[in-house]
Structures are given as structure tokens and as C-alpha cells.
Nanobody, 124 residues
Framework: QVQLVESGGGLVQAGGSLRLSCAASGRTFNTYVMGWFRQAPGKDREFVAGISWSGDSTTYADSVKGRFTCSRDNVKNTAYLQMNSLKPEDTAVYYC?????????????????WGQGTQVTVSS
């Protein structure tokens, strides 16, 4: 069992930056692929970024490539999403999730554990 707690969301102006953190409980954090998803009102949950268990492989949605960076610290049991050059269309609730699949998956159903979400609002 893994429990995930996100933090770091907030209100920021367009062009600004935020760093989200996802703290995990348990001793097996380094065996999980970690993913970041977001969900805007009235829209489906969408994949944003993912990182392999070792941290040496990352994948990003086209909409955030070059602006967002996913990382992890397996000693601190924490994953991070650095978000730069934020746009109003990035406004959503952001979730981190843990998957036991070997590969980074973009499908929410491939993830076994989810955090509670953190709101990110980007004003224009």
C-alpha cells in the first residue's frame, strides 16, 4: 500500500512557476513508476508527465514539453513536478499517481494509487 500526498499548488500569474511535490509513504516507493495527471472542470483527467522508478526515464505530454520537468528523490520518497512558463490553460487539479507497471503509462487506469490532488490556477 502506498499513500500519496501532493503539495505546492496555488495561484500564479501566466509565465510564472510552481513546483509540485508528491510525498509517498511506504518502503517500496522506488519500485513504482510515478505519474502526474491533471483534470480541469468538465474535462477528462489527462496525463501530464511520468518518471521511471529509477528516475532515468521521463515522458511528457506534448502540451507541457519544454516547460515541465518531472523528477524524483527515492531517498526522500518524493516525486516532483517543476512547472515553468505556466499558461492559463494549465489551470487544473493536479494529481500524482503510482503505478506497478514497468513502463511509464499515460492511461489513468494503469495507476494503482492516487493522491488527493492539488489545485493549480494560472491567471492571465
Amino acid at each position: 500500500q502506498v499513500q500519496l500526498v501532493e503539495s505546492g499548488g496555488g495561484l500564479v500569474q501566466a509565465g510564472g512557476s510552481l513546483r509540485l511535490s508528491c510525498a509517498a509513504s511506504g518502503r517500496t516507493f522506488n519500485t513504482y513508476v510515478m505519474g502526474w495527471f491533471r483534470q480541469a472542470p468538465g474535462k477528462d483527467r489527462e496525463f501530464v508527465a511520468g518518471i521511471s522508478w529509477s528516475g532515468d526515464s521521463t515522458t511528457y505530454a506534448d502540451s507541457v514539453k519544454g516547460r515541465f520537468t518531472c523528477s524524483r528523490d527515492n531517498v526522500k520518497n518524493t516525486a516532483y513536478l517543476q512547472m515553468n512558463s505556466l499558461k492559463p490553460e494549465d489551470t487544473a487539479v493536479y494529481y500524482c499517481a503510482a503505478s506497478r507497471w514497468v513502463a511509464i503509462m499515460a492511461t489513468p487506469t494503469r495507476y494503482d494509487y492516487w493522491g488527493q490532488g492539488t489545485q493549480v490556477t494560472v491567471s492571465s
